[in-house]
């Protein structure tokens, strides 16, 4: 009963804490969002416990919390999933505040980790201590026009990042849509390439 009551507090403490949060607005799908009654537009600071008014399912915006200093991209479809009240309800319950945080130190954890919806504006990054040089690196494939695509990946100082390079054919730039990958490691030195996911969504905020 004793630990109960102690988790109990840490919940109710973490919930406080940040209920405390403000956000401010970097970048928005539409001109403004209604926000606790009130319009607000990017450079605009929110509280944190004020109700968000969406109004379509890819609306999108990124949000720094002037708190924490963290970024997260936040779109409309994915917040409403959650039935949160407000942006520090929906961070509690979709358990990340930005990116996902530690390594991932092999292929099996990354294919986890990727099979899922991504909602892509600038960039999606993942953390990946597995070798990148130029016998070992990530390409992602998906289905354009009845043709198969390869898209090499870059890997930055240990960060994996999906851009809208992914939309660039030939050196020409392509309308983004909604697109599922297979993303692979390949190992040129042992002669092998490995399926990370081949259910990994990425789903393009304009």
Known sequence: MKNIITALAVIAASALALSADNFKILYLTTPDIVIGGKTYKVGDVFAGDAPIKWSAPRQAMKVLNTTTKKQSLVVAEKYSGTKSADMNSYFIQSKQLSTRQGEIINTMELGIVLGEQHYLLDSIAVKTSLPVDDAHFFFASYGYNGETINKKLNCT????????????????????????LSVWYMDRTAGNRTLVTDKMTVLPIK
């Not at 240990?158 to 730039?173: N, P, Q, V």
């Open 157 to 180: 100082d240990g960060t994996l990042i999906f851009d809208r390079s992914l939309y660039s054919i030939d050196g020409k730039a392509i309308e983004p849509f909604d697109i599922t």
